[in-house]
């Protein structure tokens, strides 16, 4: 087990360092300059020459990779051109409305899917199976930002229910951020109102996010159910006299985990990417957008910070889920 | 069912066309798919000629005829400069379907010789092929897509060449797994003893084995490489309006919600049909062609 924990962690240390070398080769090919963007658009070319010195892109290359890498050891993901602000600082303060996001449309994602999962594959070919095999396959193909666009037009303009986009209404004051969770700190500090608010807000987008989610964990906990239900130790167990609910929910469900848990592993690092186009949408100010926005403005140093903290969060992601498969099948420990 | 396309892997040609034929239409959705496709293909093929106002193509101004709600003249409605979103709509077709085959083609062909290489060869080669797909792989897609878009600049062509640097190592993987379960066929021994040329073990029996799959994935693929597009044309990375990009369409609509909804309707509906039947048809394709890994 300590033999294969330690060669997951040290592929993952190789892929984050083939990460860094990517974004740096990326952020290297592109035609358009840096130092020109950074001196504005009126500069002269001694002011270009400046900012190129200012900003290191004067150096040799190799001497660049060099401080690239080492930046990034001390947390420093460098400056955008076109702001001047540190991209660290910047990633900081949007990450955790991402996360929140993430977390909210997974947990949706989870609670929705596993179940109904089951559901399909103990009613299979039935039309509950149907129905949810259409759903799933819908859920797949809409495109999130139309997804996003007709819910804000039903729920919050044309219903009234919900805020159509934010976080919260520019008339309130966000809290001091204890985890930048608005939901986990407006719950800390016992300010209810502040997180109803909070909570309306992320209703919207949070569903946009996890129905590609939703729908993919269904399919997979379906297919796995159906499987392990025809396995020899569910007829054991049916003979024996277990009754149905402890053969669905321990025997079956058991076994069908394992596959749903790497799909699980594997749409986290999916939503942190997709959440670039919900949060267009709903103006959610969390990384995506300041991807987004960065990238249209040509600034490489931004759009590279997010590209590596996505890369991170899909690497953990992968990491944590081999190592539970490693806890929950004994063969993997063995091996 | 899977035990019936098993049967149709044994039977003669013929019997197995017709077997395959007749699986695929008894179900519902592998059916809607196809005509989904088929009806994206023809409105992308006929579309100069069917089209009710063929002056809109190119993004006429008729400020008089600006945001009109459908009617029986404008189906869908007209944009905020008068022209017809039928006619958009539909040239759209052409630019999406072009672009999701184009990145899809694109991809395989630097993927799946890749991954067919790194399966046969194994050893030194295998390892560094594989490892530098799993590189491209372990960021995910479409945030990678945005990084070279923003190093390349927004466009289509970009966006296009973006996401084919993005899709090749998805081939690679399979043709890879493939080539290497292949390998290990008795076949491929007896063409081996029968003294067969490695290309022609390559051409003659690694790749047709390896097709089914292949097509699935690339139906499945044109799909996603739609909405892929379509997604760059919405956040402003893709296709530049005027261009009736379905996307970028979109991105020019949300500016006229809540009044003017239908202008943000169509495109999208038709990005949805549009990657549905690709899905649809990949799936049913699937219980045909390849019915032992039918998953997920």
Known sequence: MAGYLLRRILLAGLMLFGLVCLTFVIANVAPSDPAALAAGPDAGRSQIEQARRDYGLDKPLPEQFLRYVTDLLHGNFGRSVATGRSVGTDLARYFPATLELVIVAMTLGVLLGVPLGVLSALRKDGPIDHATRIFAVSGIALPPFWFGLLLQLGFATWLGLLPTSGRLSVFTEPPDPITGLLLVDSALRGNWALLGEAASYIVLPAIVLSLPCLASILRVNRAEMVEALRMDYVVAARAHGVTPWRIVMVHALKNAMLPTLAIIGLRWGWMMSSTVLVETVFDWPGIGLYAVSSAIAGDFKPVMGVTLIVGLNFMIANLIVDLLYGVLDPRLRRA | ?296
Do not use: C
């Open chain 2, 1 to 296: 069912m899977s035990a019936v396309a098993e049967q149709a892997v044994a039977a003669p040609p013929r019997r197995r066309l017709r077997l395959a034929v007749w699986l695929f239409t008894r179900s519902f959705s592998s059916v809607l798919g196809l005509v989904l496709v088929a009806a994206i293909v023809l409105l992308a093929l006929l579309g100069p000629w069917i089209v009710p106002y063929p002056d809109d193509v190119q993004g006429g101004i008729n400020l008089a005829n600006k945001l009109q709600p459908p009617s029986w003249q404008h189906w869908f409605g007209t944009d905020e400069v008068g022209n017809d979103i039928l006619t958009r709509v539909i040239i759209g077709a052409r630019i999406s379907l072009l672009v999701g085959i184009g990145i899809t083609a694109a991809a395989a062909l630097i993927g799946v010789p890749l991954g067919i290489l790194a399966g046969l060869a194994g050893g030194r080669l295998r390892e560094v092929i594989m490892r530098f797909t799993d590189l491209f792989l372990s960021v995910p897609g479409l945030v990678l897509a945005i990084a070279l878009v923003a190093a390349l600049g927004p466009g289509i062509v970009n966006a296009m060449i973006a996401l084919i640097l993005v899709w090749w190592p998805g081939y690679v993987r399979l043709a890879e797994s493939k080539a290497l379960s292949i390998r290990e066929e008795p076949f491929i021994e007896a063409a081996r003893v029968a003294g067969a040329q490695r290309s022609r073990i390559l051409w003659r029996h690694v790749l047709p084995n390896s097709l089914s799959p292949l097509i699935v994935k690339m139906s499945m693929d044109i799909g996603q490489a739609i909405l892929a597009v379509a997604s760059l044309g919405f956040i402003g990375l893709g296709a530049k309006p005027p261009t009736p990009e379905w996307g970028a369409m979109i991105s020019i609509a949300r500016g006229y919600l809540p009044e003017w909804w239908w202008y943000a309707v169509a495109p999208g509906a038709f990005i949805y049909l549009a990657v549905l039947g690709f899905n649809l048809l990949g799936d049913g394709l699937r219980d045909i062609l390849d019915p032992r890994s039918n998953r997920g």
